[in-house]
């Protein structure tokens, strides 16, 4: 049968007066409930913009979108704005980075939260009201009773985030998407928050999709890795196969940067050098290329002339990676940083 969630194709381009801005140009993946994908990438990978669009937040705007998003097999990209209001906010959710973004400074916590759930549910407001506090005590805040009645600005932090994840699942979402949920937490909130999201995931039997520039973040929680750059997809498997034996350079790139100790953002060890590409003029060849320290591996200057194919890893099950390195090439260069 068809997958819960089957993205193919994907293409998300805004028009500017520079040239188009190919934000998302190609990308599929697909998400069973139960499961969660993490898409990881640094900032203008085209992470957060393919999520917008499983929102269908582009319609109304100038973004062309293309390809298909089915969800349980309808395409939420032919979708009109009236039916994608529908499964907003009921069948697919989001956390935000910032839950002041998502939260009003005005009103309560409990209030918006009965809120979100009433735009989808008749129910009384006494029974919003009850659904909410049964929402803030299951994603752990304290006296959810009394807490309900609090504006936003009395939270700390970590149960804002708390709050607004609350609010993301009133409507038991089939599908949840979570937005660098955790990056402007400290280390020991962040960690609680996986925590609780990989809980309720498992209680509300969700699909869960992660967004975050940190691997470190999917390492523990994802079943699956997309890897993004310049709106591609370069490498996509499950977590066991992409961290065990990544295959692209960029890869290579972020788990080199991922901090010993978890979270220790001082000690993070090889950044990638340079920056991310322009969207609207991508580098030729590979993408990455004037990034690579590995092309010189790549005979006849390869790289910076022909787009690699995103190939199947040999021995796995659904690995797969763009990059012109040879299985061989691969062995000895991993050979060589061991012994380094
Ligand atoms: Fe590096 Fe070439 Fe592989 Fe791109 S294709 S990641 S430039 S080695
Ligand atoms: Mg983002």
């Given at each position: 049968s068809?997958?819960f969630?089957?993205?193919?194709?994907?293409?998300?381009?805004?028009p500017?007066?520079?040239?188009?801005?190919?934000?998302?140009?190609g990308?599929?993946?697909?998400?069973e409930?139960?499961?969660?994908?993490?898409?990881?990438?640094?900032?203008?990978?085209?992470?957060?913009?393919?999520?917008?669009?499983?929102?269908?937040?582009?319609?109304?705007?100038r973004?062309q979108?293309?390809?298909?998003?089915?969800?349980?097999?309808?395409?939420?990209?032919?979708?009109?704005?009236?039916?994608?209001?529908?499964?907003?906010?009921?069948?697919v959710?989001?956390?935000?980075?910032?839950p002041?973004?998502?939260?009003?400074?005005?009103?309560t916590?409990?209030?918006?939260?009965?809120?979100?759930?009433?735009?989808?549910?008749?129910?009384?407001?006494?029974?919003?009201?009850?659904?909410?506090?049964?929402?803030?005590?299951?994603?752990?805040?304290?006296?959810?009773d009394?807490r309900a009645?609090d504006?936003?600005?009395?939270?700390?932090?970590?149960?804002?985030?708390?709050?607004?994840?609350?609010?993301?699942?009133v409507?038991d979402?089939?599908?949840?998407?979570?937005d660098?949920?955790?990056?402007?937490?400290?280390?020991?909130?962040q960690?609680?928050?996986?925590?609780?999201?990989?809980?309720?995931?498992?209680?509300?039997?969700?699909?869960?999709?992660?967004?975050?520039h940190?691997?470190?973040?999917?390492?523990?929680?994802?079943?699956?890795?997309?890897?993004?750059y310049?709106?591609?997809?370069?490498?996509?498997?499950?977590?066991?196969?992409?961290?065990?034996?990544?295959?692209?350079?960029y890869?290579?790139?972020?788990?080199?940067?991922?901090?010993?100790?978890?979270?220790d953002?001082?000690?993070?060890?090889?950044?990638?050098?340079?920056?991310?590409?322009?969207?609207?003029?991508l580098?030729s060849?590979?993408?990455?290329?004037?990034?690579?320290t590995?092309?010189?591996?790549v005979?006849?200057?390869l790289?910076?002339?022909?787009?690699?194919?995103?190939?199947?890893?040999?021995?796995?099950?659904?690995?797969?990676?763009?990059?012109?390195?040879t299985?061989e090439?691969?062995?000895?260069?991993?050979?060589?940083?061991?012994?380094?």
């Open positions: 068809a997958p969630l089957d993205v193919r194709d994907l293409r998300v381009h805004f500017t007066e520079d040239g188009i801005v190919k934000s998302v140009d990308v599929s993946f697909a998400l409930k139960g499961r969660t994908l993490g898409i990881v990438g640094e900032s203008g990978s085209g992470k957060s913009v393919t999520s917008l669009a499983l929102l269908g937040l582009h319609k109304g705007t973004a979108v293309s390809g298909e998003i089915r969800l349980e097999g309808r395409d939420l990209v032919a979708l009109p704005e009236h039916d994608m209001r529908e499964l907003r906010g009921r069948t959710s989001m956390i935000f980075q910032d002041l973004s998502a939260l009003h400074p005005y009103f916590v409990g209030a918006q939260i009965a809120e979100a759930y009433q735009v989808h549910h008749k129910v009384s407001r006494k029974e919003a009201r009850d659904r909410a506090v049964e929402m803030l005590k299951r994603v752990g805040i304290p006296q959810p009394r009645k504006y936003p600005h009395q939270f700390s932090g970590g149960m804002r985030q708390r709050a607004m994840i609350a609010m993301a699942l409507c979402p089939a599908l949840l998407i979570a660098e949920p955790t990056t402007a937490l400290d280390v020991t909130v960690a609680q928050i996986l925590d609780l999201i990989r809980d309720l995931q498992e209680e509300f039997g969700s699909a869960v999709i992660l967004i975050t940190d691997l470190g973040v999917v390492a523990d929680i994802a079943d699956d890795i997309l890897v993004m310049g709106g591609r997809r370069i490498e996509y498997g499950s977590v066991r196969d992409v961290l065990t034996q990544p295959e692209h350079p890869t290579w790139g972020l788990l080199e940067s991922m901090p010993h100790i978890a979270g953002v001082d000690r993070r060890l090889n950044p990638i050098a340079g920056s991310p590409p322009s969207l609207i003029d580098p060849g590979c993408a990455f290329h004037p990034r690579c590995f092309k010189g591996w005979p006849d200057g790289c910076a002339v022909e787009r690699p194919e995103l190939l199947a890893v040999a021995g796995t099950d659904r690995h797969i990676a763009a990059c012109h390195l299985a090439t691969k062995q000895e260069i991993r050979g060589r940083r061991t012994a380094q």
